[in-house]
């Protein structure tokens, strides 16, 4: 399974692992992924580095490249080239079943250092597109690459990847990396978006690798997302490796070369050549969604107590959303989790094995605590609800405007019974989802 189709299914399972910080259930995958992609890209793990690539005239090879095809060291050429090498083609030509297309792991390798500034590659690794079986279905992933490019004033470890996740942009597998995340959670990330006039959608996030941990390894991303459902991820650190000691005092790549490099059109090329995903197997039990971004917002407004201001994130997600609420004396940061949890199994029994049961069936766990992701005299006090046909509800506050940030008060806005409240209003489950 690409490493883009398993967050999706790790915003679901990581429910039941966390149970004082709703908030990792969606943003944590904005490190998780891009950890994720980085070991992808060097070949760390996954069965991808495994793989073969059927290659021009039907000849087997490999899919991976490391740094021993190329010596390390060789120059790069300008960010924005105005032409590729003449010996790199577009992919085109296909294996003799006409399902996968012939782009190696070397093609790859030097379309990526012919955008980079000049300076000195090592730990250089490459992969081209390849293809795997599971089950009936045929998956082609597409190419990769990463390297640690210093120009002379440090190291710094970038890598691009493209993937074909889905048919359209509008697929909430591509939307999940091009949303910016909300500020109340990761604070530390600046995040811009833009549509191309070509169509494709820009996102440029630039936070922390580790800000949970006092880390200071910058991290920028930049996403392009294309019209058919491909995203193209160019990933760079100011850091030789993933949590490693910080060597220069910015990425290698100002924000400005990081957009000419993952909007050059020959990406766009690859994506085209992709072949689209199958598609999902079709679901025999019922459906389950979460509640909305927007049903969320409205609930919690109703359900709060008089004299409290409310100010939601633009930038909430369906089964999460977050924001801030004041008393006057001070915001606080809240969080809501409403989502589909199930009634029995593993997390079930993790979180709320221990739970207070209510009358009617309900099961509540109230958590107390300095906040997990830090913050000078931050803490999260943190209601978890269960209903009995499996419906969870999960709201925590702070005393601080946003995660990782120092207190603004010396308590939440809400008190504990207040958070009580709320969690159990039957607002949250009155009607259908």
Known sequence: MPFEDELTDALRSTAGSFHTDPTKLVNAGITDGRRRRRRRTVGVVGSVTALAL???????????????????????????????????????????????P?????????????????????????????????????????????????????PSAVSI???????????????????????????????????????????????????????????????????????????????????????????????????????NPFWVTITSELPAPPPPPVQTG?????????????????????????SMDSDNQDGYASGRINDGHGAGAIGINADWFGTSGDAVDQVFGGATVLADGTRIVVDQGASEKGGAGAVQWTVQVLHKDGRRIVVSELNASAFNTAKDRPEPVLTLAQLKALALSPSWVSTAW
């Open 54 to 100: 059927v290659g021009v005239g039907g000849t087997f090879a490999s899919g991976v490249l490391d740094a021993g095809a190329r010596p390390v060291g060789a120059a790069a050429g300008p960010a924005t080239p105005t032409h590729l090498p003449s010996s790199l083609t577009r992919p085109g030509a296909t294996t003799s079943g006409g399902a996968v």
């Open 286 to 310: 019922p459906t389950h969604n979460s509640l909305s971004a927007d049903r969320i917002g409205a609930t919690l407004r109703a359900a709060l107590p008089k004299g409290l201001t409310l």
């Open 102 to 154: 012939v782009f190696s792991a070397q093609q790859m390798r030097t379309a990526f250092e012919s955008m980079l500034p000049k300076g000195h590659f090592s730990a250089v690794q490459a992969e081209g597109i390849t293809s795997r079986q599971k089950g009936d279905s045929t998956f082609v992933d597409g190419p990769s690459a990463s390297l640690v490019l210093n120009d002379g004033k440090g």
């Open 161 to 263: 990847s493209i993937r074909r996740l889905a048919t359209t942009v509008n697929d909430q597998m591509v939307q999940q990396y091009i949303a910016c995340p909300s500020h109340t959670v990761r604070p530390d990330i600046s995040c811009s978006r833009k549509t191309l006039p070509n169509g494709t959608v820009l996102t440029v996030m630039q936070g922390l690798e580790n800000p949970n941990y006092g880390s200071k390894e910058k991290d920028w991303t930049a996403y392009l997302a294309t019209a058919n459902g491909s995203l193209i991820t160019l990933d760079e650190t100011n850091s030789a490796q993933e949590k490693g000691a910080v060597s220069r005092p910015e990425p290698v790549l100002s924000v400005k070369q990081l957009k000419a490099v993952v909007t």
